[in-house]
């Protein structure tokens, strides 16, 4: 499974940026997909995740601010991020795990900052 990822960029506080993953090689449909990232000095924290079934769970940083979403039939997860914040730049990073067997995959990263 080869996940592609793309949308970051620059942008000010209170913006949004859209970010896609795009994963290939795979059902799409039997993989729970996820959104991770990771702050300069801090560690990789789940930011959003949703399942096969489209069971959602947010990190309490970003609820009511990010949405996401899954198309299975264009094979593609995306997070809608709305007013974001300094705090929010990282690496953002779309993971999947199959849903039986629990196997993990990471995509190569993209890169959100924040101005303030």
């Known amino acids: 499974v080869q996940l592609q990822a793309s949308g970051g960029g620059l942008v000010q506080a209170g913006g949004s940026l859209r970010l896609s993953c795009v994963p290939s090689g795979t059902f799409f449909s039997n993989y729970d997909m996820a959104w991770y990232r990771q702050g300069p000095g801090k560690e990789r924290e789940l930011v959003a995740e949703i399942t096969s079934g489209s069971t959602t769970t947010y990190a309490d940083s970003v609820k009511g601010r990010f949405t996401i979403s899954r198309d299975n039939a264009k094979n593609t997860v995306a997070l809608q991020m709305n007013s974001l914040k300094p705090e929010d730049t990282a690496v953002y990073y779309c993971?999947?795990?199959?849903?039986?067997?629990?196997?993990?995959?990471w995509g190569q990263g993209t890169l959100v900052t924040v101005s303030s």
């Open positions: 993971n999947a795990v199959q849903f039986l067997t629990r196997r993990s995959y």
